[in-house]
Nanobody, 122 residues
Framework: QVQLVESGGGSVQTGASLRLSCAAS????????RGWFRQAPGKEREFVAR????????YYADSVKGRFTISRDSAKNTAYLQMNSLKPEDTALYYC???????????????WGQGTQVTVSS
């Protein structure tokens, strides 16, 4: 059974940085993509960033491009989301996901973590 565990969330002020981690365990060899999504209160879950596990190809939502960086450490089976220049509109519950296809659509991901809260105050 694949498990994803996020960590690294917190409460920060505008302009601060946070790094989220997503540690995977279980049979993950067929999971080609790791993604980060977020969901703010009263809003739908939205795509943030994704990375292909073998080649490390990345893709970002326009709202975070230039501020967030997704990366992975294959030896640790862990994906990261470095978030810089945080804004109040980045406040959300951040989820890590793993899937077998390259996609920005949440329905394409097979496994999800429990989420980690990021709160940015002005």
């Amino acid at each position: 059974q694949v498990q994803l565990v996020e960590s690294g969330g917190g409460s920060v002020q505008t302009g601060a940085s946070l790094r989220l981690s997503c540690a995977a365990s279980g049979p993950t060899s067929s999971l080609y993509t790791r993604g980060w999504f977020r969901q703010a209160p009263g809003k739908e879950r939205e795509f943030v960033a994704r990375i292909t596990w073998n080649g490390g190809t990345t893709y970002y939502a326009d709202s975070v491009k230039g501020r967030f960086t997704i990366s992975r450490d294959s030896a640790k089976n862990t994906a990261y989301l470095q978030m810089n220049s945080l804004k109040p509109e980045d406040t959300a519950l951040y989820y890590c996901a793993a899937g077998r296809v390259v996609s920005t659509m949440s329905d394409s991901y097979n496994y999800w973590g429990q989420g980690t809260q990021v709160t940015v105050s002005s």
